[in-house]
């Protein structure tokens, strides 16, 4: 992959994924600014409504073949001005392909009324091999929770577990409180690491192979 390629597929995914690209560990509230930086996109849009569903096609790169596939319910009557614009629709999903390789990346689902749908789910395949590597599960617009297969052998190995919370100035922060991990691809979670202000404190090990962590390891300042 090129370097402008590889560059435009991390963009597409801080853009489509809606979560701050820094810290992996920390996510903030998203600002109107992030969502006005998304790329000069949208070149060309095709809509066409099948009875009370609507699919969006949007062609990002400009090739004439759509990459992004937007799927609505439409509520209620098709306008008389015969205007999609004017049609009450709810976004139901998203299918993107960030490689331009016209095989679909990234799923999103999303839930709620119109005008205000909310992501509660993105399933993303990282390598581009037609597999789902990562699902992340959202709760009022912040990841709760991160399933990754890193072992890309379709098997989900490590859990990241977030929770929001404020910072000590009394801004919301969502940060990783637990990992759990399959370190020896049986299916079962051995070890569980456990985090405090964005900073692993604890890990856990299953040592006797009952799914329960049973030696732990303290990390970091040692309370006085
Ligand atoms: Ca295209
Ligand atoms: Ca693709
Ligand atoms: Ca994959
Ligand atoms: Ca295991």
Redesign the pocket.
Known sequence: MTNDLSSVVAALICLVLSVGCGSPAEQTKKTPKAKAAAPAAAQRVQFEVDGNTAIERIDINNDKRP?VYKFYRVVGQVPASGKTEDMKKVLIRKE??????????IVQYYAGESGKEALIRAEM?LD?DGRVDTTRHYKGGYISLVELDLGFDGRTDTWRYYQLTKTEDGKAVNRLVEKRRDTNGDGGIDVWEYYTRGKITKIGYDTTGDGAPDRFKRLGKKKK
């Open positions: 990459d993107m392909d960030v490689n331009f390789d016209q095989k679909i990346d395949d581009f």
